[in-house]
C-alpha cells in the first residue's frame, strides 16, 4: 500500500470492517462500497489536514465539510448526497460494533433527493430485441435466453450471472434467486422462457460435455460469463435494434412496469422483484400512472 494510503487507512481505522460489513450484511453492490469506501477516504484527508480525530466530529463541522464541498467543487446533488450516506453509515456500523460510544452524524439530516421515475422499454421494443439476431450460435442463444429470462423474472443482472444449474425447476416453472444480503426468493417463469431456457441447456451440455460448472450461463471458453461481457452484448444488441442506453437494469424496470400496467397487485410485484421495503416498489406506480395522463391527454374528448 502506498505511503499517503496507509496514512489515510490509520487516520480512519476500520475501514475494512466497515466495507466486509456493507457487502455482506447490507449487500450493496461492489461499484456502490467503493464508492462509499472513495468518499470515506476523501473524508479522512480532509480531517488529517485539518487536525481532527474523526471521533470527536461534530456535527457543525460536518456541515462545514459538506458546504466546502457543494461550493469549491461544484459537486451534482447525487454525488453529495452519496458522500453524506457513506459518512454516516460509516458512524452508524462504528456504534452498532461498539467502537464508538456515540455517532457525531446522528442528529445531521442528508437532503431527500428527487425520485427519479425508471425508464423502460415498451413492449414493441423487447420484442424487436428479440428478433434483431438471428440466434444460431451458442453465445447468441446465450444471451437471447439471459434476455428472456431477466424479462420473464425481473432478476438483476448480477442474479442473472450466478445463476447456479441446480436453480431451475424446469418441471413446475420457478427459478431460485440469491438477491442482495444472500436472500433467496422463488420467481415463477412462463412456458416461453422455460423453453429457451431448456434449449440453452441441451446447447451447453453438447458444448462442455464434462464441465461441471456451477454457473448456468457460461463463456465460450466454459467459465462464468462477466459482467462486463454481459453489459457488452446488451449494448450492442440495442445498438442493433436502434436503442441506444440498453442495460441489463432496463429489463427489470420494464418487468415491474408492465406488470402493474397489466392488472398486478404492488405487493406481489415487491416479492418478485426482491425489494425489502414496499416503497421501493411504488416507484413504479408513478410511472405507470405518468402512462395514463398522457393516455387520458390523447383520447379525452375535451382538450
Same mark, same amino acid.
Given at each position: 500500500?502506498?505511503?499517503?494510503?496507509?496514512?489515510?487507512?490509520?487516520?480512519?481505522?476500520?475501514?475494512?470492517?466497515?466495507?466486509?460489513?456493507?457487502?455482506?450484511?447490507?449487500?450493496?453492490?461492489?461499484?456502490? /462500497?467503493?464508492?462509499?469506501?472513495?468518499?470515506?477516504?476523501?473524508?479522512?484527508?480532509?480531517?488529517?489536514?485539518?487536525?481532527?480525530?474523526?471521533?470527536?466530529?461534530?456535527?457543525?463541522?460536518?456541515?462545514?465539510?459538506?458546504?466546502?464541498?457543494?461550493?469549491?467543487?461544484?459537486?451534482?446533488?447525487?454525488?453529495?448526497?452519496?458522500?453524506?450516506?457513506?459518512?454516516?453509515?460509516?458512524?452508524?456500523?462504528? /456504534?452498532?460494533?461498539?467502537?464508538?460510544?456515540?455517532?457525531?452524524?446522528?442528529?445531521?439530516?442528508?437532503?431527500?433527493?428527487?425520485?427519479?421515475?425508471?425508464?423502460?422499454?415498451?413492449?414493441?421494443?423487447?420484442?424487436?430485441?428479440?428478433?434483431?439476431?438471428?440466434?444460431?450460435?451458442?453465445?447468441?442463444? &446465450?444471451?437471447?435466453?439471459?434476455?428472456?429470462?431477466?424479462?420473464?423474472?425481473?432478476?438483476?443482472?448480477?442474479?442473472? @450471472? #450466478?445463476?447456479?444449474?441446480?436453480?431451475?425447476?424446469?418441471?413446475?416453472?420457478?427459478?431460485?434467486?440469491?438477491?442482495?444480503?444472500?436472500?433467496?426468493?422463488?420467481?415463477?417463469?412462463?412456458?416461453?422462457?422455460?423453453?429457451? @431456457?431448456?434449449?440453452?441447456?441441451?446447447? &451447453?451440455?453438447?458444448?462442455?460435455? #464434462?464441465?461441471?460448472?456451477?454457473?448456468?450461463?457460461?463463456?465460450?471458453?466454459?467459465?462464468?460469463?462477466?459482467?462486463?461481457?454481459?453489459? &457488452?452484448?446488451?449494448?450492442?444488441?440495442?445498438?442493433?435494434?436502434?436503442?441506444?442506453? @440498453?442495460?441489463?437494469?432496463?429489463?427489470?424496470?420494464?418487468?415491474?412496469?408492465?406488470?402493474?400496467?397489466?392488472?398486478?397487485?404492488?405487493?406481489?410485484?415487491?416479492?418478485?422483484?426482491?425489494? #425489502?421495503?414496499?416503497?421501493?416498489?411504488?416507484?413504479?406506480?408513478?410511472?405507470?400512472?405518468?402512462?395514463? +395522463? +398522457?393516455?387520458?391527454?390523447?383520447?379525452?374528448?375535451?382538450?
Amino acid at each position: 500500500m502506498p505511503e499517503e494510503g496507509k496514512a489515510v487507512s490509520q487516520s480512519l481505522p476500520w475501514l475494512e470492517e466497515y466495507a466486509r460489513y456493507i457487502r455482506l450484511e447490507r449487500g450493496l453492490s461492489s461499484n456502490t /462500497v467503493e464508492a462509499y469506501l472513495s468518499d470515506l477516504r476523501q473524508w479522512a484527508s480532509h480531517l488529517k489536514k485539518s487536525g481532527i480525530a474523526f471521533e470527536r466530529i461534530e456535527a457543525r463541522a460536518l456541515e462545514s465539510y459538506f458546504w466546502k464541498l457543494k461550493t469549491e467543487k461544484n459537486l451534482s446533488a447525487a454525488s453529495l448526497f452519496r458522500k453524506m450516506e457513506a459518512i454516516k453509515s460509516f458512524y452508524v456500523f462504528l /456504534v452498532s460494533d461498539k467502537k464508538i460510544e456515540k455517532s457525531p452524524a446522528a442528529s445531521f439530516r442528508s437532503p431527500k433527493m428527487p425520485r427519479r421515475l425508471p425508464k423502460t422499454l415498451s413492449t414493441s421494443e423487447i420484442e424487436s430485441l428479440l428478433r434483431v439476431e438471428e440466434f444460431n450460435t451458442f453465445e447468441q442463444l &446465450r444471451k437471447r435466453v439471459m434476455l428472456e429470462l431477466i424479462y420473464a423474472t425481473g432478476m438483476r443482472a448480477s442474479e442473472i @450471472l #450466478a445463476l447456479k444449474s441446480d436453480a431451475i425447476n424446469f418441471q413446475d416453472g420457478w427459478v431460485r434467486a440469491l438477491g442482495k444480503g444472500s436472500k433467496e426468493r422463488l420467481i415463477p417463469i412462463h412456458s416461453t422462457a422455460i423453453a429457451w @431456457l431448456k434449449r440453452y441447456a441441451k446447447a &451447453r451440455e453438447a458444448r462442455f460435455p #464434462a464441465r461441471d460448472a456451477a454457473e448456468f450461463f457460461l463463456s465460450r471458453r466454459g467459465t462464468k460469463l462477466s459482467r462486463v461481457q454481459f453489459w &457488452r452484448e446488451i449494448r450492442d444488441l440495442g445498438k442493433k435494434a436502434g436503442i441506444s442506453n @440498453l442495460h441489463p437494469h432496463l429489463f427489470r424496470h420494464s418487468f415491474a412496469t408492465h406488470l402493474l400496467q397489466n392488472g398486478a397487485d404492488l405487493r406481489s410485484v415487491q416479492e418478485l422483484l426482491g425489494h #425489502a421495503s414496499l416503497s421501493t416498489t411504488e416507484i413504479y406506480t408513478s410511472v405507470d400512472r405518468s402512462g395514463l +395522463k +398522457k393516455a387520458h391527454e390523447r383520447f379525452h374528448p375535451r382538450p
